[in-house]
């Protein structure tokens, strides 16, 4: 079992950046690849990017690639996503959430993911 908490959501105009964290408590952040999603009000919940500590591996969404980048703190259980080049179309809720290493899903499909933070709401203002 592990715990996720997002923080670091907030308004920003285009162009701008913003800093997500998520803190996990429980098990040790080894045991599982992490990633995070976003939920614009009727859509889908769709995925950003992932780690995964153990070999290194990371994965970015198609429309976020080469303007955000995942991050963790293995130390201190926290994974981030530092956003930049902010549009207003990154609006949406995003999600911490943490996919135990045993299990064979894909990283990019949001039901690989067993544990789910609360969510923090980013807007970015044209």
């Known amino acids: 079992q592990v715990q996720l908490v997002e923080s670091g959501g907030g308004l920003v105009q285009a162009g701008g950046s913003l800093r997500l964290s998520c803190a996990a408590s429980?098990?040790?952040?080894?045991?599982?690849?992490m990633g995070w999603f976003r939920q614009a009000p009727g859509k889908e919940r769709d995925f950003v990017a992932a780690?995964?500590?153990?070999?290194?591996?990371?994965f970015y969404g198609d429309s976020v690639k080469g303007r955000f980048t995942i991050s963790g703190d293995n130390a201190k259980n926290t994974v981030y996503l530092e956003m930049n080049s902010l549009k207003p179309e990154d609006t949406a809720v995003y999600y911490c959430?943490?996919?135990?290493?045993?299990?064979?899903?894909?990283?990019?499909?949001?039901?690989?993911?067993?544990?789910w933070g609360q969510g923090t709401q980013v807007t970015v203002s044209s």
């Open positions: 959430a943490a996919m135990p290493i045993y299990y064979s899903g894909s990283y990019y499909d949001r039901t690989s993911y067993h544990y």
């Open positions: 429980g098990r040790t952040f080894s045991s599982y690849a």
């Open positions: 780690i995964r500590w153990s070999g290194g591996r990371i």
